[in-house]
C-alpha cells in the first residue's frame, strides 16, 4: 500500500512538473533581431586606399566592391546572422585583410566568419553583452561595439586591419559596419 502511495504521488509530481514546463511562456519567446542580415555600409575612421586605384575614400563598400563585394553574395545571400538554435549567436562575416600581399588586387581581402554569442536583456532586443566563441581560426577583426538603431538595423564598431596602397603601409583602424535585416519569405 506505502507503493503505490509513493509512486501515485510520483506520478502526480512528474505531471505537475510537465504541465509547469509546457506551460513556461519564457521559453516560446523568439528574440525579434532573429534573422538575416545584409551588409549596407562599412565605413573607415581614415580614408583609405584599398583597391589600389590612387583614390583614398573612408568608404570600405566603395572601396572593396569590384574585390569582393560583387561576387560574394551570390555565394552566401546575408552577411550578418543571429540564430536562437543554441542560446543566441550571431554569425558574422565581414570582409578584411587575410595575407599581406605586396602585389595589388591578388588574393589580399576575403571574409573572416566569427561567431559571438549574446546575452539579451528580458526584452530580447537588447544586447548586454557579447563574446567571441573561440575557434581553431583567428580573426583579423575585433568586435568593441555593438548598436541597435532601429529593431532592423545593427550598427558594429570593430577594429582591423587594412592596407593603403598610396601610403604602402597597413593600418590598424577602427571600422562601422551598418546592417538591414533582410525580409522573411514565407
Not at 521559453?27 to 590612387?54: F, W
Amino acid at each position: 500500500m506505502k507503493d503505490l502511495k509513493f509512486n501515485q504521488l510520483l506520478a502526480v509530481l512528474i505531471i505537475i512538473s510537465t504541465l509547469l514546463s509546457c506551460s513556461n511562456e519564457e521559453n516560446n519567446l523568439t528574440s525579434p533581431l532573429v534573422g538575416e542580415y545584409e551588409l549596407i555600409e562599412y565605413k573607415s575612421e581614415t580614408e583609405l586606399d584599398l583597391n589600389a586605384d590612387g583614390i583614398k575614400s573612408d568608404d570600405i563598400l566603395d572601396e572593396l566592391a569590384e574585390l569582393y563585394f560583387e561576387d560574394h553574395n551570390d555565394i552566401i545571400p546575408y552577411d550578418l546572422s543571429i540564430s536562437d538554435y543554441y542560446n543566441i549567436r550571431m554569425h558574422l562575416r565581414l570582409p578584411g585583410l587575410l595575407s599581406l600581399d605586396d602585389i595589388p588586387n591578388r588574393n589580399t581581402y576575403g571574409n573572416s566568419f566569427p561567431v559571438y554569442q549574446l546575452n539579451l536583456n528580458e526584452d530580447l532586443v537588447t544586447v548586454s553583452d557579447f563574446k567571441l566563441i573561440p575557434s581553431e581560426i583567428s580573426y583579423p577583426s575585433e568586435l568593441h561595439e555593438m548598436t541597435f538603431i532601429e529593431p532592423n538595423i545593427i550598427q558594429l564598431i570593430s577594429k582591423q586591419t587594412f592596407r593603403c596602397y598610396v601610403d604602402d603601409e597597413d593600418r590598424r583602424i577602427n571600422t562601422t559596419a551598418t546592417y538591414r535585416k533582410l525580409e522573411q519569405e514565407e
